[in-house]
């Protein structure tokens, strides 16, 4: 196990409860605690303004940068400058903001998957008929292999 990793795994919990006067230092620690995920990148949300399509997208540290960006010519996945920006403390004080440093919307989300495939959360949708079926099976799995399961 890396140093990193271990440093995420031993995440303390202050033992005072978390409440709208904590500090924000207090709040980021707790949100980061909860939703924890790669630390190297993050997903960034996106609205284009001239289709109105949104979604996200890996956050970099080159993108629009004049003479090194190449979008919308050269799509993100194929750039040879790609730059991830990796999650801080200002990451997560912009998100739960809503906004950035220079006053632009912020969004961030969470890749969950870790690189070396494992997780620390997981969120399952369960929709359309089956759905009861679906979760029961869901959580009767996550018995079998002494999973945590908060349905």
């Known amino acids: 196990m890396t ?3 271990r440093s995420r795994r ?7 409860p978390i409440h709208q006067l904590s500090s924000p230092e207090e709040k980021i620690a707790l949100f980061r605690s909860l939703f924890r995920g790669r630390e190297d990148v993050y997903p960034r949300r996106f609205e284009s ?3 109105g399509k ?6 970099c540290a080159n ?6 960006c190449e979008k919308p010519r050269v799509k993100c996945a194929e750039c040879p400058n790609r730059r991830f920006l990796p999650v801080t403390d200002d990451v997560i ?3 739960l903001s809503g906004y950035d440093d220079a006053g632009q919307r912020f969004v961030a989300g969470v890749y ?3 690189l070396d495939e494992t997780c620390f959360f997981l969120t399952v949708d369960f929709d359309k008929s089956g759905w009861l079926e679906d979760s029961t099976a869901y959580k009767e799995t996550c018995r079998g292999v002494e999973s945590f399961c908060g349905a």
Do not use: N
């Open 3 to 5: 140093s990193s990793r």
């Open 10 to 16: 031993s995440v303390q919990q202050s033992s005072t």
């Open 49 to 51: 303004r001239k289709t």
């Open 54 to 59: 949104s979604g996200y997208a890996p956050a």
């Open 63 to 68: 993108e629009w940068v004049r003479d090194i």
């Open 93 to 95: 004080r912009w998100h």
């Open 112 to 114: 969950p998957m870790l």
